[in-house]
């Protein structure tokens, strides 16, 4: 159908030109007595023709390589291909334009489908650490839900699986606590509420979390801050940021050891000093440690998830602060918080 309308047009417009150049004809013979004169008028509109019909020729070119060169864009950018950048990119016409605007586009929706890439196997990685760590306490509360029901035991011993049973249960409840909180820090639906607060009383909430644990390890806490200390901060989350920290200094430091908190104002951050006399960390693993779920071989026997300063490092990060860390194997750690001033 498309080509029967071409030729009928075609044909339209040859008969209209025809009978234009009839007619131009005939008025020379008419009005125009000299035979040179009316064969140079003629030879004018003859080259007029031909001039035209070479502009709509060269016109009809053009459109027909900028609607390749846009569909062969277009194909790139279907095909999640990169389109090739001509010469003409780099041109002022209209085609070169275009071709810009696409290619912007073409990027845009490249960077979307590369982060739509990252999240999913971010949710990925994420589905899996869980799997694997419910794993461990939902085997053990099953085996000795499982050892109570079917065996009759001592009052002493059955009150021993009992504890077993709900030490799993805790345990299995900070792990999804832990579990809900990073995936609210990783899906952005975290929300901090940023204050001048008192640091002193941030730093007091964080040890009233571990002062039993230390206390039971006969390990000496003490803080060197001037309760007159006040920076913007949410105190809830910082508390619980510092007291991650402080829970891995208690659970790796020795019974009658020492874990002491120093602060002091800089000019354009607040330093809180954690330092421990624990068993200390190995230099090339210092950015291990504020990874999700890491456990470093010689603590695996150790209670824990691995979640603590990974946590601690994203609260801090939130408020646009940061965390860093020197340690000497066998001697102690120090962890050093800088809040925004």
Known sequence: MKRKREKVGKALLLTAAAALIGGLVWMCQRWIPSPGVRYGILA??????????????????????????????????????????????????????VQGKLRQFGEMTGESREQSR????????????ISHQVKTPISNIRMFTGILKNHSLPEEKRQEFLELLDGQAGKLDFLMQSLIKMS???????????????????????????????EKKEISVSVECDSSIRVRHDAKWTAEAL???????VKYTAPGGQIVIRVRPWQMY????????????????????????????????????????????????????????????????????????
């Open 270 to 341: 607040t330093r809180v000093d954690v330092t421990d006399t624990g068993i200390g960390i190995a230099p090339e693993h210092y950015h291990d440690v504020f990874r999700r779920f890491y456990r470093a071989e010689e603590v695996a026997g150790q209670e824990g998830v691995g979640l603590g300063l990974y946590l601690a490092q994203e609260i801090i990060r939130l408020q646009k602060g940061y965390i860093t860390v020197k340690s000497v194997p066998g001697q102690g750690s120090t962890f050093t918080v800088y809040l925004l001033s």
């Open 243 to 249: 007291g991650n920290i402080l829970d891995n200094a």
């Open 184 to 214: 609210r820090l990783e899906t952005g639906t975290f929300t901090l509420h940023v204050e001048e607060a008192s640091l002193y009383e941030t730093i007091a909430r964080a040890v009233s979390q571990v002062w039993a644990g230390a």
């Open 118 to 129: 990252r999240d999913k196997e971010t949710l990925q990685a994420l589905v899996s650490d």
């Open 44 to 97: 004018v509109a003859a080259g007029i023709f031909a001039v035209a019909g070479i502009w709509a020729a060269w016109q009809r070119k053009q459109v027909t390589a900028f609607a390749d060169e846009l569909c062969a864009t277009l194909d790139d950018m279907m095909a999640g291909r990169k389109p090739e950048e001509g010469e003409q990119v780099y041109e002022d016409t209209l085609t070169a334009r």
